[in-house]
């Protein structure tokens, strides 16, 4: 009897861990090669509590200068743009400006869940890339904001913001043989 509720413990703060793991905002391919185009989504699995997501408000990190979001049908689109230290040139001409934040603003019931498109041209270095996401509902804000610490894991912290690795090709591939 002792062992079945211990195993009935373990087996509940398993459940608990894995619930908790995916009530994060994450993005949906989790790896982009270094200096390369990355479009991805970040997946908005759940409200706050029981209320309906109103907007998803994306930091673009340094490092990231072009930011596109994908349309989304019954959603507005909001993009906030920062100037660069110094322009970079382009195909069409010297690029002065980045996009900061884009956010999302619509309504998504507390039970759904639904994914946010981006298009980011991301930077040449390797390592963790932190986007930072607000998420908004008719009651209350959860932010998703968290980045830990170097050499952390990236569920150590309560609110960890979307996290996009970039990994070398060879190095992806070098890992998957056994």
């Not at 906030?80 to 001409?93: Q, V, Y």
């Amino acid at each position: 009897m002792i062992k079945k509720a211990k195993l009935f413990a373990i087996a509940s703060l398993a459940l608990d861990f894995v619930s908790s793991a995916s009530a994060h905002i994450v993005f949906a391919e989790t790896e982009a090669a270094p200096n390369a185009y990355y479009a991805g989504f970040l997946r908005v699995s759940h409200g706050c509590g029981g209320s309906p997501t109103r907007s998803i408000r994306v930091e673009i990190p340094d490092g990231v200068n072009m930011a596109r979001p994908q349309p989304k049908p019954g959603w507005t689109i909001t993009i906030e743009h920062a100037p660069l230290p110094a322009p970079i040139p382009s195909e069409g001409g010297a690029i002065t400006e980045r996009v900061s934040a884009i956010t999302w603003s619509g309504e998504l019931p507390a039970d759904q869940f639904d994914q946010f498109g981006l298009l980011v041209r991301v930077p040449n270095r390797a390592g963790p890339l932190y986007f930072p996401v607000t998420q908004t509902c008719v009651e209350g804000v959860q932010h998703w904001t968290e980045i830990p610490a170097p050499g952390a894991a990236w569920h150590s912290v309560p609110h960890p913001a979307p996290v996009l690795n970039l990994v070398n090709p060879n190095a992806a591939s070098a890992g998957q043989h056994h």
